[in-house]
């Protein structure tokens, strides 16, 4: 058996590639697929199959364009209802990739279509491997709340995945082997665990969604403290059911003096600031977003920029340009028109105003607070992260929130943001700069930062709000 993982950090998602006998079939790929049909002509075998355990919501996926480049065929789950030739896959099918069998389970819970894949190859006595797409992760399963989901509510789904789980999933052998879809960091779930494989053997005694308890127990347990459903979850899932236009079709980013800048941000665009939050807070054009090229930096910008709104990069070298033009397709922004030609140096021509941004030590937040001074901190994590240990009287608005809350934000008292690390802040910082809140400043390093130089957290229930 030919057999190999992809994982792509900044989604927190797993791909597949397994093989036999000449043949393959790819697993839930990403949108970008050069590197499945490099890894199949090394191996020397075919991509006969494309399968999608459901219909993502967080990333667009390269299903179509795949199956147009190898000639392999496309299966999804029978409820899928994909808009383009494939296989409509049902409980008990079995596809054959040399000598393994390729066996489909419908597990409906996170989806109404969801299907994993139990493998076994037939000339060996290996354990089967199970690809469970985002219905059994390692340390959770899949949160029942998403825009798959349409006409179930979130209960009636977290019912659905109780039964998939116990009546398919914790029926099969112990020393079968777990390849989830999503790891840590993906919004799929609430609780997912770093690591990349297990057993569901290992599941069954570790992961709190299989302990033992009563359907009325698990679906309480699953439909509370998910964390937000980004707006761009639902346009990715229609993007996956009518199939992704190849990436190659979309036009690189051109290079834009100031003045078309101007002329652009005039039509409706928006300057998406793709350095480094200290860079950032240094100078940046008035108005612009700042989401670093790092971390989660697709899923924030997918959260907070609407499909379809144009958009100029601003980069300190054009290879950025393009790595960014990628994250950002790999979510279903396809509209990035340019990127500000000489980044920062240029921008205070034509018209472009240049301003900066404050920035606070945990050392200098803490004498601050210490003196009595008027200063709001502004906690934009998520409420599970607030209510395990934020600054003494911290108010949390949640960085995915945070725009529709503005207008409940004092803009005439001084506001300390401040996040985990730095990165989420900053974004927040330029989200209330739009929104025309002057008197902030990033609290560089957060939370951790002040946690580190031994100042005191409170801990409570995440309800402390605006």
Known sequence: MFFKQFYLGCLAHASYLIGSGGEAAVIDPQRDVDQYIEEANRAGITIKYIIETHLHADFVSGHKELAERTG????????????????????GDILKVGTINLSILETPGHTPESICILAKDTADESPAKLFSGDT??????????????????????????????????????????????????????????????????????FNYALKPMTKEAFIEILTTDQPEVP????????????????????????????????????????????????????????????????????????????????VILLANDAARVDEAAMRLARVGIETVIGYVENGICSSNEAGLEIVQSSVISVDELKRTLDAGEDLLILDVRRPGEFASGHVPNAINIPLAELSANISNIPGERPLAVICASGYRSSIAISVLERGNIRLSMNVQGGTAAWKNAGYGVRQMDASCSV
């Open 231 to 310: 707006a761009y979850f639902p346009k990715d899932v229609e993007i996956n059911r009518q199939g992704a236009s190849p990436l190659s079709h979309l036009p690189r980013p051109l290079p834009l003096v100031a003045a078309a800048v101007v002329r652009e941000l005039q039509r409706g665009a928006i300057v998406l600031d793709i350095r480094s939050g200290t860079e950032y807070a240094s100078g940046h054009i008035k108005g612009s977003l700042n989401i670093g090229l790092g971390g989660q930096f697709a899923s924030w910008a997918g959260t907070l920029i609407e499909l379809g709104t144009p």
């Open 72 to 91: 392999a065929q496309i299966v999804f789950g029978a409820k899928a209802g994909a808009a383009f030739p494939h296989i409509a896959a049902k409980d």
């Open 136 to 205: 059994l992760f390692i340390g959770d399963v899949g949160r029942p709340d998403l825009v798959g989901s349409k006409g179930f509510s979130d209960k009636e789904m977290a019912g659905l995945m109780y039964d998939s789980l116990h009546e398919k999933l914790l029926k099969l052998p112990d020393v079968v082997e777990l390849f989830p879809a999503h790891g840590a960091g993906s919004l799929c779930g609430k609780q997912l665990s770093n690591e990349r494989s297990s057993t569901i053997g290992n599941q069954k005694q």
